[in-house]
């Protein structure tokens, strides 16, 4: 459900085409719906068939030119595919939104190389494997376009900027497409003018993500620890997934924006605010009146 107006002018995806992997839900959803309603025309692709076509069908009821294709980003056949069929069918591809992931719960000792690796496959090397496929056409001179390159944008998180519990998979998967997302910066931005930039949400509301990741039981306990005091909203995702996909992005190119309402940063509070000020006040008293001299050593 849409937060509130955008502050975007409605027509700010006049003409683009995006692709967006894992778009037939959640997250990738709602920047498809709101790419859409700013003028885009979008592809969603997804693993399941029928999540594609209602989720297509959704967004064409609300006017916005929508077509779904079923496919897995670990299969390079099924990401070509997409890729070719949304060129086939919008004529163009200008940005690519590399959402589609995996996840789930689990403690590192109780995690299976295979577990491991399908996250690892399906974030970073299907991240890879799109980017791959979609860098004939979204590149500068790719069918459609003239001489400027598009945008990639890829969903990550902000475990890995500490560490997370029971998210030594994700964690890793993520850290390799934030890897992805700056070295094809440089390389692509340099050789195909291509903008290749992330989004790192955080705890996002009516998601697969928190319901997965954040049993109900301790959601409260979390929203105690962070800055904002709140989960965040896909409307906010979507609405800097918009700033970067719009020309005010145009010159952010290897940039990853946290959006997690500060959370990563956060530590417990050991001290309460009022006794900080008693405290502080009080050593520094000390500390002046401590008698100085030649400094000693045992050395
Ligand atoms: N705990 C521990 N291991 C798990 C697990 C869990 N909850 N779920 C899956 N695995 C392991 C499996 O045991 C298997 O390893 P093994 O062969 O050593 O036993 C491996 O992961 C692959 O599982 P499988 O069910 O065959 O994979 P899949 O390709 O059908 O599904 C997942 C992929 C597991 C990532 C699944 O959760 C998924 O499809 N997720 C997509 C949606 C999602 O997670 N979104 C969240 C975004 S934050």
New binding site residues.
């Given amino acids: 459900m849409e937060e509130c107006e955008s502050p975007f002018k409605e027509n700010v995806m006049q003409g683009k085409v995006a692709l967006l992997t894992g778009g037939g839900s959640g997250i990738g959803f709602e920047i498809a719906t709101q790419f859409g309603k700013h003028g885009a025309s979008v592809a969603l692709m997804g693993r399941r068939n029928n999540v594609i076509d209602a989720a297509a069908a959704a967004l064409r009821s609300l006017g916005i030119p929508a077509v779904g294709f079923e496919g897995d980003v670990r299969k390079q056949e099924d990401a070509r595919r997409a890729v070719e069929a949304t060129v086939k069918h919008f004529g163009r591809l200008d940005i690519l939104v590399n959402g589609a ?4 719960l ?1 403690s590192a000792e ?3 190389p ?2 491991f690796k ?2 690892m496959d ?1 974030d970073s090397v299907g991240t890879f494997t799109m980017c791959g496929e979609a860098l004939p056409y979204i590149k500068k001179g790719g069918a459609g376009r003239g001489t400027s390159g598009g945008l990639i944008l890829n969903i990550s998180v902000t475990l890995h900027y500490t560490a997370s519990w029971y998210q030594v998979h994700a964690s890793a998967a993520k850290a390799a497409v934030d890897a992805l997302t700056r070295s094809l910066a440089l390389e692509w931005g340099t050789d195909h003018g291509i903008r290749v930039n992330g989004i790192a949400p955080g705890p996002i509301g009516d998601t ?2 928190l319901s ?2 954040v049993p109900q039981n301790i959601e409260g306990k979390a929203k105690d620890l962070m800055p904002l005091y709140k989960v965040g909203t896909k409307w906010d995702i979507a609405m800097a997934a918009l700033y970067l996909a719009s020309d005010a992005g145009k010159y952010i190119n290897g940039s990853i924006l946290p959006i997690d309402g500060g959370l990563w940063l956060s530590k417990p509070r050991y001290l309460p605010k009022d006794a900080v000020k008693q405290l502080s006040r009080t050593l520094e008293k000390k500390s002046r009146e401590a008698a100085t001299g030649v400094p000693t050593s045992k050395l």
């Fill in positions: 992931a995996g996840n789930f689990v109780d995690l299976s295979n577990g399908t996250v399906i697969t993500g997965k990741l």
